[in-house]
C-alpha cells in the first residue's frame, strides 16, 4: 500500500511541474477603452469677448502581447499598439464677456456668427499614421500648430446667433476615425505609449467685426494611449 501511495503522489507531482511550465505560444490581445477630455481658452480684446471650448471623446484600441517562440522559426516577445478608433467627439464652445480689467467672465456674451474645427493626426510633426474617416469630416494635408503643415483629420461647424453652440458626432455609434495598422511596436519591451494629438481653432463675429484663433495662438494637445499588456 505504501508503495503504490508513493507512485500516485510522484506521478501527481510531475503532472503539475508539467503544466506550470508549458508555454502559451498565442497572442493576447486586450481591447482597451479610454475617455479624453481637452479644454482651450481664446480671448479676443478687439471684441470684449472671450471663449472656452471643451472636448469630450473615446477612443478604442488594442494592445497585444505576443510571447516569445523558441521553436522554429524563433521569435522575440512583442508588443503592439493598433486599430484606433475615435468615437463620438464632442466639441462645445461658450462665449463669455472679456476685458482687461477683468479678464474673461462668466457673463454670456452672444456672438453674430461662430465658425469652429477639431483636428485630429498623430503627435509630433513626423508621427503620421494612416486614417480614415467618413462625412462630413475630411483627411488631408493643412495647417498644424509648430509644425506648418501635417496629414490630419478635421471636421468643420458654423453656427449664427448665440453663446452656447455644440458640435456633436456620433455618427449612429460608429468611429468618427480609425487609425488603422499598428501604432507602436517593439520586441523584448513595450514600446512607450503612442500618442495621437488635437487642436481646436475658430473664428467668431460681432456685428461687422471678427477675429479669429488660430496660427501662432493654438496649441495642440497629446492624447497618449495608455496601453496595457495581458
Not at 474645427?117 to 475630411?138: D, K, L, T, Y
Request: include cysteine; charged fraction near 10%.
Amino acid at each position: 500500500m505504501r508503495r503504490f501511495m508513493s507512485v500516485v503522489v510522484g506521478c501527481v507531482a510531475l503532472l503539475a511541474t508539467s503544466v506550470v511550465v508549458a508555454p502559451s505560444s498565442q497572442a493576447a490581445n486586450n481591447d482597451q477603452t479610454q475617455s479624453v477630455y481637452r479644454y482651450w481658452v481664446s480671448y479676443s480684446p478687439a471684441l470684449g469677448t472671450c471663449a472656452r471650448y471643451s472636448l469630450t471623446a473615446t477612443i478604442k484600441f488594442r494592445s497585444t502581447y505576443s510571447p516569445a517562440k523558441t521553436s522554429y522559426p524563433t521569435t522575440p516577445k512583442s508588443y503592439m499598439v493598433s486599430n484606433a478608433k475615435l468615437y463620438n467627439p464632442v466639441l462645445r464652445v461658450n462665449t463669455y464677456a472679456y476685458s482687461a480689467a477683468n479678464g474673461c467672465t462668466l457673463t454670456k456674451k452672444n456672438l453674430t456668427k461662430i465658425t469652429f474645427a477639431q483636428h485630429w493626426g498623430g503627435h509630433g510633426c513626423s508621427f503620421n499614421p494612416s486614417i480614415s474617416v467618413g462625412v462630413p469630416w475630411a483627411v488631408g494635408v493643412s495647417f498644424w500648430p509648430s509644425c506648418g503643415t501635417k496629414y490630419q483629420a478635421k471636421r468643420s461647424s458654423s453656427f449664427g446667433s448665440g453663446s452656447t453652440f455644440t458640435q456633436n458626432n456620433s455618427n449612429n455609434g460608429n468611429p468618427i476615425a480609425t487609425w488603422s495598422g499598428s501604432l507602436a511596436f517593439r520586441t523584448n519591451t513595450p514600446p512607450p505609449d503612442p500618442c495621437l494629438s488635437v487642436f481646436i481653432d475658430s473664428k467668431i463675429v460681432r456685428g461687422t467685426a471678427d477675429d479669429s484663433y488660430g496660427s501662432g495662438e493654438v496649441s495642440a494637445q497629446k492624447v497618449c494611449l495608455d496601453a496595457v499588456y495581458k
